[in-house]
Each structure stands twice: as C-alpha cells, then as structure tokens.
C-alpha cells in the first residue's frame, strides 16, 4: 500500500491510497480473482467510508501456484 499525503494549513491529510493486492492461485482461479476485483470496493466498509474524501486506487498481481 501507498499513498499521497500534503500539508493543508499545517496538518496532514491522506490525499491518496493504492492499495496492491498480490495473489497466488491455480489458473482457473485468475479469472474469477479478477472479476471479484472489479466490484470488490463496493462492497467494502472502508471504501465505501472514506471514497468521497480520498482517492483510493487499487490493482491486482496474480500469480500461477507453481
């Protein structure tokens, strides 16, 4: 994870989050990991709580069980 902060008026604010996740699966699972990465925020209770007040960016790295 990572994240943007700036200084507004001498204080602190996160601005951004990236959030990467790194998965291991089996072939036939890469597919389905995606499609669930694709809507996964909307039904996340972090995202939904601060999305209108920071940038969250997310990405997916799949790799192959091997």
Not at 26 to 34: F, I, P
Not at 47 to 57: A, M, P, Q
Request: aromatic share 8%.
């Amino acid at each position: 994870m990572r994240g943007e902060v700036e200084k507004e008026d001498g204080v602190l604010v996160i601005k951004l989050i990236h959030v990467c996740y790194r998965l291991v699966g089996d072939a036939e699972a890469e597919q389905t990991v995606r499609r669930v990465h694709e809507f996964h925020h909307s039904k996340c209770p972090v995202y939904k709580s601060i999305w209108g007040c920071i940038d969250i960016t997310t990405e997916l790295v799949f790799e192959e069980s091997g």
